[in-house]
Nanobody, 122 residues
Framework: QVQLVESGGGLVQTGGSLRLSCAAS????????MGWFRQAPGSEREFVSA????????YYADSVKGRFTISRDNAKNTVYLQMNSLKPEDTAVYYC???????????????WGQGTQVTVSS
């Protein structure tokens, strides 16, 4: 069982930056691939980024490529999402997820955090 807690969301102006963190419980964190997803009001949950257990492979959605960076610190059981050059369309609740394989599909992840709100003002 893995419990995930996101933090770092907030209100930022267009062009600003935020760093999201997702702290995981348990002693097997490095065995999980981690993903970030987001969901805006009235929209489906969409993939943002993912990283494998050792941090050697990363995926990004085209919409965030070049602006967002995913990383992890297995010693701290934490995964991060550095978000730069934020746009109003990045406004959403951001969720981290843990699963056995790295995937862009939400249903491949077994554990989810409660989400953190990111709001980008224009």
């Amino acid at each position: 069982q893995v419990q995930l807690v996101e933090s770092g969301g907030g209100l930022v102006q267009t062009g600003g930056s935020l760093r999201l963190s997702c702290a995981a419980s348990g002693r097997t964190f490095s065995s999980y691939s981690m993903g970030w997803f987001r969901q805006a009001p009235g929209s489906e949950r969409e993939f943002v980024s993912a990283i494998n257990g050792h941090g050697s492979a990363r995926y990004y959605a085209d919409s965030v490529k070049g602006r967002f960076t995913i990383s992890r610190d297995n010693a701290k059981n934490t995964v991060y999402l550095q978000m730069n050059s934020l746009k109003p369309e990045d406004t959403a609740v951001y969720y981290c997820a843990a699963g056995g394989i790295m995937s862009t599909f939400a249903n491949r992840y077994d554990y989810w955090g409660q989400g953190t709100q990111v709001t980008v003002s224009s």
